[in-house]
């Protein structure tokens, strides 16, 4: 599976954009971004995932670039609860055995008032 | 309809001791996967159940084991205990083993003394 990089922390002030980069300069063709998050002692959640077109959805919009090798978290108004690590994570998109989530070490987002 | 839910919250074990841990997946879902997260880390693949039977596995020892039953509720077995396998226990449910997002529980807590 491709390797992700995130940067280890990042701060954002409540009501402005949190725009969470990552690279996965190795990505193939048939995988996936997807990015999950989260907040202290909770399971991981979901946000989104996309291949080639940028995407959003009611949490966040996900931009990839045109070659794939990067990718953009965006949360458009972040809140105090948006406050959590977040994990930008690369997939197969084959059915093949496990299909599992390989995580990294994500990127600490804190939102400050 | 429900999420997943696993059981207990939190568990305390010496060490060489035995422990099951269990997942109760979101309704509708037939693919458990569980993870391993030691405390400042990404949660790491143990292995993942599909229509009850295994369909992929981390570089986790045998002592590690599960089942998933006809409810594809599941279980995570652990023997012999080490202290380095206390950590959070993750189960996520998903609705297959292609691209589906999968789903966390809230995790089980375990402390090996």
């Known amino acids: 599976d491709a390797k992700t990089t995130q940067p280890p922390s990042m701060d954002c002030a409540e009501g402005r954009a949190a725009n969470l980069p990552c690279n996965h300069s190795?990505?193939?063709?048939?995988?996936?971004v997807y990015w999950y998050r989260q907040i202290h002692s909770q399971g991981p959640q979901y946000i989104i995932h996309g291949l080639k077109n940028n995407e959003t959805n009611e949490m966040a919009s996900l931009i990839i670039t045109e070659d794939r090798k990067s990718s953009t978290l965006i949360l458009p108004h972040a809140t105090l609860r948006d406050t959590a690590v977040y994990y930008c994570i690369v997939r197969p998109g084959l059915n093949n055995a496990g299909n599992m989530l390989t995580f990294g070490g994500g990127t600490r987002l804190m939102v400050k008032p | 309809e429900t999420g997943v839910t696993q059981s207990p919250t939190h568990l305390i074990k010496t060490r060489g001791q035995q422990v099951t841990l269990r997942c109760s997946s979101q309704?509708?879902?037939?693919?458990v996967s569980w993870y391993q997260q030691a405390l400042g880390q990404g949660p790491q693949f143990i292995f993942q159940y599909y229509r009850e039977e295994e369909n992929g596995r981390g570089n986790f020892p045998p002592r590690f084991s599960g089942l998933q039953f006809p409810n594809y509720s599941s279980e995570l077995n652990v023997n012999a205990l080490e202290l380095d396998d206390s950590a959070l226990y993750l189960c996520a449910s998903s609705q297959g083993t292609g691209t589906y997002e999968q789903y966390f529980g809230p995790g089980t807590r375990l402390t090996v003394t």
């Open positions: 190795t990505i193939s063709g048939n995988e996936y």
């Open positions: 309704s509708g879902h037939n693919t």
